[in-house]
């Protein structure tokens, strides 16, 4: 069973910095793409921004230049460094992942989210 789990949620105040983390677990064979996802309170989820393994990110214009995705050496763990944070970046903020394993070649997976708050 694939697991997402998300860790660095919480308060932060504008114009501050945060830094998120997925931790996938499971046995997984390949992971083709792993995203953020964001939904404000009263609002659809929305990418955030996405990783395709051996590709280039790409980033929603609204986090465009303050927010940065990454995976560490073994691109496996998934990174959010959000810089410059603003009160509308409030929301809960999703982990998502297209993986293979033994028994499937390809799924999407979602994590449970965590909640991240900007505000003074």
């Known amino acids: 069973q694939v697991q997402l789990v998300e860790s660095g949620g919480g308060l932060v105040q504008p114009g501050g910095s945060m830094t998120l983390s997925c931790t996938p677990s499971g046995n997984i064979l390949m992971i083709y793409s792993m995203a953020w996802y964001r939904q404000a309170p009263g609002k659809e989820r929305e990418l955030v921004a996405s990783?395709?393994?051996?590709?280039?990110?790409i980033y929603s214009d609204s986090v465009k230049g303050r927010f940065t995705v990454s995976r560490d050496s073994t691109e496996t763990i998934l990174y959010l460094q959000m810089d410059n944070v603003k009160p509308e970046d409030t929301a809960d903020y999703f982990c998502?992942?297209?993986?293979?394993?033994?028994?499937?070649?390809?799924?999407?997976?979602w994590g449970r989210g965590t909640r991240v708050t900007i505000s003074s």
């Open positions: 998502n992942a297209d993986v293979e394993t033994p028994e499937i070649a390809y799924r999407n997976y």
């Open positions: 990783d395709i393994t051996g590709g280039n990110p």
